[in-house]
């Protein structure tokens, strides 16, 4: 029962590099979300997904792009990567109102 | 513009005592309030819930209490537990909307 699993756990980037986190969930959900973590900020949401093909910006979107291809997936991509986006990153996939998350993804960009 | 506010971010009880954690919002429109538990390391996970229509829920050592009229929520731990040590997130939904809104967290040490 592997549930919300994120891809790579640990990054760390150079400023201006690429990269995408990868989030796959087995349980059939619709919608799919990707938050940050940022101490005394709480969880953002970036994007989200209610549903295969779609996608929508969150709180805080800019500097992030996102694609739903497959149900089971929803990809977070980093075009040109800043220090600012140095965090962790959750992602959740929700059934009714209950969220269920992944480890998460620790980034860092230098 | 924080719709969902945990004002404090840090929380010290001591073992067998109650916890009480607080959380306010400004949306008039969510519907649905979550905790959140987290580990370091770790994912949140789902704790507890109460519907608007409601202002108490209830499950084992927690409870979460829901004052509409205050836009005010708070979850109590009784008894506390060592191993009730993390951070805790409020969250807030309109079920319309299926988004999570979620506040600042509060980190809760239970001291033995």
């Known amino acids: 029962n592997a549930g919300v699993t994120q891809t790579p756990k640990f990054r760390v980037l150079k400023t201006g590099q690429s990269m995408t986190l990868l989030c796959a969930q087995d349980?059939?959900?619709?919608?799919m979300y990707w938050y940050r973590q940022d101490p005394g900020m709480g969880l953002r949401l970036i994007h989200y997904?209610?549903?295969?093909?779609?996608?929508a910006k969150g709180e805080v979107p800019d500097g992030y792009n996102v694609s739903r291809l497959k149900k089971q997936n929803f990809l977070l991509g980093l075009e040109s990567a800043a220090p600012s986006q140095t965090s962790v990153y959750f992602c959740?996939?929700?059934?009714?109102?209950?969220?269920?998350f992944g480890q998460g993804t620790r980034l860092t960009v230098v | 513009d924080q719709q969902v506010k945990q004002n404090s971010p840090s929380l010290s009880v001591q073992e067998g005592r109650i916890s009480i954690l607080n959380c306010d919002y400004t949306n008039s429109m969510f519907d649905y309030f979550l905790w959140y538990k987290k580990y370091p390391a770790e994912g949140p996970t789902f704790l507890i819930s109460?519907?608007?229509?409601?202002d108490k829920n209830e499950d084992g050592r927690f409870t979460v209490f829901l004052n509409k009229s205050a836009k005010h929520l708070s979850l109590h731990i009784v008894p506390s537990q060592p191993g009730d040590s993390a951070v805790y997130f409020c969250a807030a939904s309109n079920q319309g909307a299926q988004k999570l809104v979620f506040g600042q967290g509060t980190r809760l040490t239970i001291n033995p």
């Open positions: 109460i519907s608007s229509i409601k």
């Open positions: 349980m059939n959900h619709e919608y």
């Open positions: 997904s209610v549903g295969e093909g779609t996608t």
């Open positions: 959740a996939s929700i059934q009714g109102t209950e969220a269920f």
